[in-house]
């Protein structure tokens, strides 16, 4: 009982100049005027307005936003993705559904054969992306998940993905020629 | 019945023209666009009139439209009459005001002539005097104690604050009318004698009088407006006035913080429209009396009806009669002008400062502006029994 600490803090003390507020008062109308005229500017450049006019001008996202899911494309225009089920496994909102199917080319053993993204499960994480050990998944299109009205929209299978896709500059599986020698 | 026709169309043009005018103007403009740009936003831009969104202006027109379809509402326990007629009792007495203020001066049907010192007349200072018959075209009404009239009116509008905040039956409303006619009672003292130094220097009550003896010159340079040989009161009177339309930073009788919205809580569809719009008369009324008694009305300094005298010297462009006419119209301008200076000025305190606490404000009255108007008031009288 009574071991509070207690901490003195000391009052700014107020000098006449604060206390009569006239000055003060002046000071903050300047401050505000200031705003008031600049943003009157007519050239709207000057102007120090932060709002934007939403659904007519567009949102300017940055380079690093997480938006929709794309697939990256092979050379030849085949999906990257080998089927490894890393993003479908990390995936916390469980969105990710893949089946696998064996590929013709011996030297890529798996594709999927089917790949689903529940764009209205998805919590936008991007753990998936960070999940994916050959670059096949990114969700840097810039475009955000648009509203749904009809669900089984919002349902984006390989070949809707792989249109979002495009060329990943890493390469796959790694150099072979200088492996062999 | 010539005049009865005038008066009315003196009643048009200053009440519904420009009043109502600026007050719904201002409503707009002045409270969405102006605290936008205060902010750093953009403000209401999406009502347009034929595609063009005319700086927001169609919102007005918008917001009308809103407000005469929404469903009126009477609380079942409220005096449905007193309910009723509160709106109204709160804006007449924000346009009532207005049948005293002076636009221009009275219209001289004869030449009018500028007296000035050294010409013979022995008078002291710069007044037009008019060889034929003033008549009375830019005021409604011609009043030997406008001043009075004015105040009497204005302190009206505290019944319909009163009776909104107790007709409503709701604690807000309640708490809202009391704070209210507090607030406006304890202010319009300190007003009213912020004022009286004012008149004891005219020496009248006749706001065109007042007016008139503002286009004095001092020493031949300085104007003699309020402002000038009355800066404390101004200040007073600028500060009361403030706290007289109950916006912010004296916004208390509807602090949505605190009690809902005051007195207005219970009112809903045109009912709240005429309370809000009786704000922003009252904000318009008391920027137009803050101009005819302490920046000089429709005076320009150094502009007569006559010419224009600077240093001793006369220039009458385009000849007198030409002069005349182009001398009214600069005086209607000039005196519009200054209402909307002290009318953008009040809405730049409202964004600027914040509210004060319920006991703040009445310190401000009671101990510091009132003290402070007496002090001014008998100084002033003293000066006057000294010197004058």
Not at chain 2, 157 to 163: D, K, P, Q, R, T
Not at chain 2, 219 to 232: R, S
Not at chain 2, 259 to 268: C, D, Q
């Amino acid at each position: 009982m009574g071991n509070v600490n207690v901490k003195k803090v000391d009052r700014i003390q107020q000098g006449l100049w604060e206390k009569s507020y006239i000055p003060e008062i002046l000071r903050g109308l300047s401050v505000t005027a200031r705003h008031f005229f600049r943003n009157l500017n007519p050239n709207k450049e000057k102007r120090t307005i932060f709002t934007r006019d939403y659904p007519e001008e567009p949102t300017v996202y940055s380079d690093r936003y997480r938006g929709l899911h794309r697939l990256m494309l092979r050379e030849d225009g085949q999906v990257r993705c080998v089927a490894c089920m890393c993003c479908s496994t990390i995936c916390p909102a469980d969105c990710i559904h893949i089946e696998a199917a064996e590929h013709d080319d011996p030297t890529i053993e798996k594709y999927p054969d089917v790949f689903v993204i529940d764009e209205l499960r998805c919590i936008v994480c991007g753990l998936c992306v960070e999940a994916c050990p050959c670059d096949a998944i990114r969700m840097d299109t810039g475009v955000h998940i648009p509203p749904y009205t009809e669900r089984s929209t919002a349902f984006y299978d390989r070949d809707h993905l792989m249109e979002l896709g495009g060329l990943s500059q890493a390469k796959q599986g790694g150099d072979r020629s200088v492996a062999k020698s | 019945m010539v005049e009865v026709l005038i008066s009315l169309a003196k009643i048009t043009v200053i009440v519904f023209v420009f009043v109502m005018g600026v007050a719904s103007a201002m409503t707009l403009l002045g409270d969405r666009k102006q605290s936008a740009k205060i902010q750093n936003r953009i403000g209401p831009s999406q009502a347009t009139f034929f595609g063009f969104s005319l700086f927001g202006f169609p919102h007005f027109i918008a917001d009308g439209i809103k407000m005469v379809l929404k469903e009126n509402i009477t609380p079942k326990n409220a005096n449905k009459f007193l309910h009723t007629i509160a709106p109204a009792l709160v804006f007449m007495p924000a346009l009532i005001g207005w049948s005293v203020i002076p636009f221009m001066d009275h219209y001289c049907t004869g030449s009018v002539t500028t007296l000035v010192p050294g010409d013979g007349s022995g008078v002291q200072h710069y007044t037009e005097v008019c060889d034929g018959e003033w008549k009375n075209y830019f005021s409604i009404m011609h009043m030997n104690a406008g001043v009075l009239f004015a105040f009497a009116i204005a302190a009206v509008s505290v019944y319909g604050a009163a009776i909104a905040g107790w007709a409503s039956n709701s604690k807000f409303s309640l708490l809202g009318g009391l704070r209210s006619s507090a607030q406006m009672i304890s202010y319009e003292v300190s007003m009213g004698l912020s004022l009286a130094g004012v008149l004891m220097i005219y020496g009248t009550l006749n706001i065109n009088e007042m007016v008139r003896m503002q286009g004095h010159l001092i020493g031949d340079w300085l104007p003699m407006w309020g402002i000038v040989i009355q800066p404390v009161a101004f200040f007073l009177f600028m500060l009361a006035g403030l706290a007289e339309t109950k916006r912010a930073p004296f916004d208390l009788p509807e602090g949505e913080s605190e009690i809902v919205a005051g007195y207005i809580t219970e009112y809903s569809s045109m009912k709240f429209a005429m309370m809000q719009l009786a704000e922003y008369a009252a904000t318009v009324f008391i920027a137009a009396l803050i101009t005819v008694v302490f920046l000089g009305g429709w005076q320009i300094p150094y502009v007569y009806a006559d010419g224009i005298r600077i240093f001793g010297g006369v220039w009458t462009p385009f000849g007198e009669e030409v002069w005349y006419w182009i001398s009214i119209v600069l005086r209607i301008g000039a005196i519009t002008f200054k209402i909307l200076f002290l009318v953008w000025l009040q809405f730049m305190m409202r964004w600027t400062l914040p509210r004060f606490r319920y006991d703040q404000v009445m310190t401000l009255g009671w101990k510091i502006l009132l003290p402070l108007s007496i002090a001014n008031l008998f100084v002033t009288a003293l000066i006057l029994a000294i010197i004058w």
